[in-house]
């Protein structure tokens, strides 16, 4: 089973996410495992 989830919560996030999609004006601009989601910078792509 697949469960894909929008969230805002960038912990919530990195706590249960297997793998990780991080897009920008519809375009993917970062993937990987969620526990490398930290050493990936995603904090750094995601924040306004």
């Not at 526990?35 to 910078?41: F, K, R, V, W, Y």
Request: charged share 25%.
């Amino acid at each position: 089973m697949t469960v894909l989830l929008v969230e805002q919560y960038y912990e919530f996030a990195r706590h249960i996410a297997d793998h990780y999609v991080v897009m920008s004006r519809g375009e993917v601009v970062a993937r990987g495992a969620g526990a490398s989601m930290e050493q990936d910078g995603v904090r750094e792509l995601i924040a306004v």
